[in-house]
T-cell receptor
């Protein structure tokens, strides 16, 4: 499983887009990219995942670089509720492992 | 549909005691994984159970153990508690084995253990 690197913290204004970067330069061809977030006093919550193509869902968009060595989680309009720690995880599936390896994540603050 | 339920939410123990934490997965989910979260080490994988069998284990001492029942409910036990075991213990459920399909891991709110 590839190691990921994220900024420790980021700030955003409410109702503005947020781009959260993640570097995974050692990713292999079968590693998926996941994003989870953890709101204060809660367990992690799944946000989005992808392999090669950009992905969209109701929560966010995931833009994956063509060489797959980096990706960006995009929150289109940040709300106060989006203030959380965001974890970018690279993980392989189909083998005997599959447990997620969390890094330190990016703490996102949203200002009103 | 009810989420992952963990009990108790908070508990305080003293060194040397043991503790049992419980996790009820989302109905229909057969996989339960346990994670430990501390300020220093972050989120670390403990073990995964699927169909009552431990399928995967993290790098934790044998004092940490678990089991899964036929209804998919899971318990984890920590014996001979140490101060360093103070942490938030998180349970996550999945309809299939966590190693099979991405994006299907659902976490509970955790059990916060304090060891004095």
């Amino acid at each position: 499983d590839a190691k990921t690197t994220q900024p420790n913290s980021m700030e955003s204004n409410e109702e503005e887009p947020v781009h959260l970067p993640c570097n995974h330069s050692t990713i292999s061809g079968t590693d998926y990219i996941h994003w989870y977030r953890q709101l204060p006093s809660q367990g992690p919550e799944y946000v989005i995942h992808g392999l090669t193509s950009n992905v969209n869902n109701r929560m966010a968009s995931l833009a994956i670089a063509e060489d797959r060595k980096s990706s960006t989680l995009i929150l289109h309009r940040a709300t106060l509720r989006d203030a959380a720690v965001y974890y970018c995880i690279s993980n392989r599936y189909g083998g005997s492992q599959g447990n997620l390896i969390f890094g330190k994540g990016t703490k996102l603050s949203v200002k009103p | 549909k009810a989420g992952v339920t963990q009990t108790p939410r908070y508990l305080i123990k003293t060194r040397g005691q043991q503790v049992t934490l419980s996790c009820s997965p989302i109905s229909g989910h057969r996989s339960v994984s346990w994670y430990q979260q501390t300020p220093g080490q972050g989120l670390q994988f403990l073990f995964e159970y699927f169909s009552e069998t431990q399928r995967n284990k993290g790098n934790f001492p044998g004092r940490f153990s678990g089991r899964q029942f036929s209804n998919s409910r899971s318990e984890m036990n920590v014996s001979t508690l140490e101060l360093g075991d103070s942490a938030l213990y998180l349970c996550a459920s999945s309809p299939r084995r966590a190693s099979e399909v991405p994006g299907e891991l659902f976490f509970g709110e955790g059990s916060r253990l304090t060891v004095l």
